[in-house]
């Protein structure tokens, strides 16, 4: 642990030899995020046990997300001692012909290589509007990402495998460790129906922007499902189970990663089996350019700038209003890159007097299903608020 550590920080310990084996340096017990994971100055940390991180707006005004400001979720401890010599992934279950066991190295060799940008968003973005409150990271609106993930097609490996034709869902194992440390427990064992795991774009990813995934991101390999709520790609991939049954691993039951099957008031208790599982994410844009808060004259005219995206779907149309929503303008908005890519969009604005504005931003499906301009449907957690992203401009 100590030699991975000490590559991580960037530095040596010394004396490290003579530590005891449980001991951890205070290096490690409050390391500095931003260095550890290389992130950004300006992202907000929500917790350190386990790590969460997100982003501001203005942070993920580029293209394809750096990880420099890649929002981080962990729900367990960031595994240590990774040796990618010897790494593996087992795919067993009910619904496996024979489990099968491949290292890195054959994946890698074996099947072929493709590259896709996959918008990556937490569950629970945006949950800290939701009233009454849910428990939970209190996440605004920065746990969102689209970088570009390369690795080999989920589809093409379970074809090697040889999957029976019982099978339902897929759920992954990964090799971070429970907060309690029991190594019985898994901190997060999520998956995704079938036809998902069958998708051309979900991968066993390897590299993240043409690099190896960062560590915190799920350094070697990681299942990346875009569209899907987040909890659906994990990270540091040992294996996958492939089951005759909906996924029971950890984080499978409600309430996680699930709302109220019928929409219920604000603040209603929830019996279990109506709740139902999150699949597509909704239809959402942020504006990342300017940072909220901008100044400019009378007269001059704001170039804004972002992103919108809409799980499974493409987003048909994006619109931008500097009235509260009374009336809508339209944006340029690009084609996605690929499926389940985010799309940017840009807009030349011009203000009618000087004055207070705020910029709303609004995306529509192609579905011609539209973001609501405040907190959508309350459900337990506060998960799927996809409710219209806002900055402010004064006018002077
Ligand atoms: N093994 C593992 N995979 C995981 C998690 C985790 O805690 N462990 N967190 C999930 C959740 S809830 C989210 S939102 C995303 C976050 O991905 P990121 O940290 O790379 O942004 O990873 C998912 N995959
Ligand atoms: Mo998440």
Known sequence: MLSSAATLIGGNIIYSASMPDNYTPLVFQDPDPYKLFGKDPEMTILNNKPWNIEAKAHLLNDNVTPNKSMFVRNNGLIPQDIDVS?????????????????????????????????????????????????????????????????GVRLKDVLEDVGIKNNAVYIGYHGADIHLSKDPT?????????????????TLLAFKMNGEDIPLTHGYPLRLVAGGWPASTSGKWIKGISVRDKIHDGAKMKAPSYTVPCNTVSPGDKVKEENMCIIESMPVKSLITYPKTGAMINEGESLNIKGHAWAGELAVKSMAYSIDFGATWNTCVLNKPINRLAWQHFNATIKFPKKGYYEVWAKATDENGVSQPMIVPGWNPKGYLNNACHRIAVKVK
């Not at 290292?103 to 940008?117: A, E, G, I, N």
């Not at 427990?185 to 774009?201: L, T």
């Open 185 to 201: 427990k898994e901190a997060i064992s999520r998956g995704v129906p079938m036809y998902k795991a069958y998708q051309e774009e």
């Open 86 to 150: 010897k790494w593996t992934i087992t795919f067993d279950g009910e619904s496996v012909v024979s489990s099968k066991t491949y290292t890195l190295q054959d994946l890698k060799t074996k099947f072929k290589h493709y590259t896709y940008q996959l918008t990556l968003e937490c569950g629970g973005n945006g949950r800290s509007e939701f009233n009454p409150p849910a428990k939970g990271n209190q996440w605004t609106i920065g746990a969102v990402s689209c970088a570009e993930w390369t």
